[in-house]
């Protein structure tokens, strides 16, 4: 009987927590906007613009670490790890796949600085 109360009762939890956290962002990114009103700043200015290296550092992790866990598949299949070995082989290899893609990233940027493009 306990089990069928908690099935019923985690996607209502998960709903109301989806929502709150939705209503909370909103509702606080309003009271800053009408806190950079009231000082006279256009909260229009606070967004970012697009950051080529940031996505790039980025996108170069995610690869990284979607290949680690990739090989992690392969060679906890290979060789037959169990247990605590196969959790530690992916997590070790999702760390140094992610690891590599930030490396890559770092040698790009520095063959190739940001700002080298625009003077052209």
Do not use: C
């Not at 069928?4 to 996607?11: K, S, T, Y």
């Not at 690891?99 to 040698?107: D, E, I, N, P, S």
């Amino acid at each position: 009987m306990a089990e069928g109360i908690v099935a019923l009762l985690i996607p209502i939890i998960i709903s109301l927590g989806a929502f709150l956290m939705i209503w909370g962002v909103r509702y606080f990114e309003n009271k800053e906007n009408m806190a950079m009103i009231e000082r006279g700043l256009d909260p229009k200015k606070k967004r970012r613009d697009a950051d080529p290296s940031r996505t790039l550092r980025n996108g170069l992790m995610f690869l990284g670490a979607g290949l680690g866990l990739l090989m992690a598949i392969f060679v906890s299949k290979a060789a037959d790890l169990g247990g605590a070995e196969r959790v530690a082989a992916y997590f070790s290899l999702i760390a140094i796949g992610g690891g590599l893609g930030m490396a890559l990233a770092y040698f790009y940027e520095r063959k190739n600085p940001p700002g080298k493009d625009e003077e052209a």
